[in-house]
């Protein structure tokens, strides 16, 4: 058979409402055509972002009934322990409310001013974490001069570079994020992971992960690089982590839970900084911020993100909706990611200048024709305007992502999107710029109120 279907059946859904272009038309006005404003019940599709909004399954739900809920200790957390230390074979487990909880415990137990942390490229709340405790954030993506499906990797001669540069006293940590968000949601290799362990090694250096899609990425490595055909996508994942002193996590992408994440790592004295840094901000070592429950949920769901029926089906549901929006003629990043679409706003819409934030525009423009929502990510997200020289900054470019939500949509809400994305093809020399009306000082992509030009 060619047709790659869902590898599951729907037992519990929740409705949708539909609504107009014209009531459309209001609503984004009522939001100040800033999507993030919008009322979820007002959204057909909802392709915001894959965090957090995973379909759990029924054996997910039924240990949801299974939670230990006991303060210290509880069963649920052995559980828990035992799928993580199964999957990464690290020797320490310390769950966390979510991922950023994670990187806050880790890179606080690493504070050090003056020192730097490299990554294939350090996701916005990574590196959030790193400057908050006086670190400094370097990326070091090879997305230029590395092989066409492994663009997620870390540029290791650049690394090996930096490291002399700065002297490997002074690099706190290298961690590789997998699969590469900021890029695109595009994987690492092994051998790149490897690679990058061993330089971190000779040089007495801590190496992590950033794992929040290590099963996506490990199915990359499966279907694309050279000796891993055979290999289950479990081994592949434990492969990976093998190379790394330990990581962090963030359950709400591939653990196929709501809310979550964990901490995991070999060296035992810094497990125990980890953890007295837990006890103030997200709870006692056995539960850490989560409820009994969610860590039934998460161990469960680590069991059946390894599943290479669900992957295949994840992965190449992904690639249709690229195949089809290249063949209206939109421009996407290439090759395509794990996790989402990344149109190109700038190409897309030419002819709105960038201090008109054309991803703002697409964004609004799919919402209106089609009730999808999407997320700017380009300059509203990361463009700044310079007092001193009165002159805007754009980010280094204008994508429009569309993530995809995982097991929640069906290939009809795809062929739907992909509808949508023609109207909005069509319409696209006609889209006009918008100014901010109203901003807040930080992280205004969330907030800001946005008026049409
Ligand atoms: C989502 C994400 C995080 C942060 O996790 P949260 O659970 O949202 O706090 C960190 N790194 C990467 C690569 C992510 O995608």
Redesign the pocket.
Known sequence: MKTIIEPFRIKSVEQITFTTREQRKQILKEAFYNPFKIKAEDIIIDLL?D??TSAMSSKQWGRLMEGDESYAGAKSFYRFESAVKDLTGYENIIPT???????SILFKIFRDKGKITINNTH????RANVTVNHLTAVDLPAHNNSELRFKGNMDCDSLVEKIKEVGSENVALIMI??????VGGLPVSMENIKQASSIAKKNNIPFFL?A??FAENAFFIKKYEKGFSERTVKSISQEMFSYADGC??????DALVN???FLALNDSNLAEEARNQLIITEGFPTYGGLNGRDLEAIAQGLNEIVDEDYLTYRIRSIEYVGERMLKIGIPIIQPIGGHAIFIDAQKLLSQIPRDQFPGQSLVCSFFLEGGIRSCEIGSVMFGKYNDELQEFIPAPYEYVRMAIPRRVYTQSHMDYVIEVSEEVYRKSKELGGYKIVKEPKFLRHFTAHFAPI
Do not use: L, V, Y
């Not at 996701?123 to 990574?126: C, P, S, W």
């Not at 962090?248 to 992408?253: E, R």
């Open positions: 972002t965090s957090g409310h979510q991922g950023r909880a994670a990187e996701f916005d709340t990574t994020t997998i699969t590469n968000n900021a950033d929040c899609r962090t996590m963030s359950a709400k992408k809310m979550g994440g």
